[in-house]
């Protein structure tokens, strides 16, 4: 059964750094493409990050030179590695696992996601 | 910037039929942009409803169906029954690794 666990959200004062985890079982990680996708609070998702099988990553314009993507495959894990955190990045951060269609590219499993609270 | 635009809020009688809609603010959506969608229920995590425009996910009921409506990808509901009162978000993959979600649609079922 494949479950995706994020840990290590909080609260965190802007400017400061957080490290998100994402334990992935019943796969691999590193055979799948894994994105991070957050929600505002009362706002719909927002895809940030993505890191595909190969390595090859990409991060939308609002996080980019901020936020890290990276994957320990012998601990069959995702993470996003956080800086200098603003009030707008407060949000419910969800990984998800990805799985690839002929050329579609999409999101099948999610986490429960982790809540991450930028505020002094 | 690509905004990808969603009814807000849509309402459906018990039993009833209801199609929500995803475009662009410039532009088709056509199957090149391989919409899915995503189903919500307030504090849960999205779940797969639909990919590759009209592709249901594994357990997904058959009531649900995508398909690309004139400029604009869409999600059917037939026979909407009270548990399907959620939010639902399509997304667009725009290619190289880049995917916008749509604002969403509140779905009520009344």
């Known amino acids: 059964e494949v479950q995706l666990v994020e840990s290590g959200g909080g609260l965190i004062q802007p400017g400061g750094s957080l490290r998100l985890s994402c334990a992935a079982s019943?796969?691999?990680?590193?055979?799948?493409?894994m994105t991070w996708v957050r929600q505002a609070p009362g706002k719909g998702p927002e895809w940030i990050s993505v890191?595909?099988?190969?390595?090859?990553?990409y991060y939308a314009d609002s996080v980019k030179g901020r936020f890290t993507i990276s994957r320990d495959n012998s601990k069959n894990t995702l993470y996003l590695q956080m800086n200098f955190l603003r009030a707008e990045d407060t949000a419910v951060y969800y990984c998800?696992?990805?799985?690839?269609?002929?050329?579609?590219?999409?999101?099948?499993?999610w986490g429960q996601g982790t809540l991450v609270t930028v505020s002094s | 910037q690509t905004v990808v635009t969603q009814e807000p809020s849509f309402s459906v009688s018990p039993g009833g039929t209801v199609t929500l809609t995803c475009g662009l603010s410039?532009?088709?959506?056509?199957?090149?942009?391989?919409p899915s969608w995503y189903q919500q229920t307030p504090g849960q995590a999205p779940r797969t409803l639909i990919y590759?425009?009209?592709i249901r996910s594994s357990g997904v009921p058959d009531r649900f169906s995508g398909s690309i409506l004139g400029n604009k990808a869409a999600l059917t509901i037939t026979g909407a029954q009270a548990d399907d009162e959620s939010d639902y978000y399509c997304?667009?993959?725009?290619?190289?690794?880049?995917?916008?979600f749509g604002g969403g649609t509140k779905l009520t079922v009344l």
């Open positions: 019943g796969f691999t990680v590193s055979s799948n493409f």
């Open positions: 890191i595909f099988s190969g390595g090859t990553i």
């Open positions: 997304v667009l993959y725009m290619g190289s690794g880049i995917w916008v």
């Open positions: 998800a696992r990805g799985s690839i269609v002929a050329r579609d590219y999409y999101f099948d499993y």
């Open positions: 590759t425009t009209n």
């Open positions: 410039s532009g088709s959506v056509s199957t090149t942009y391989y």
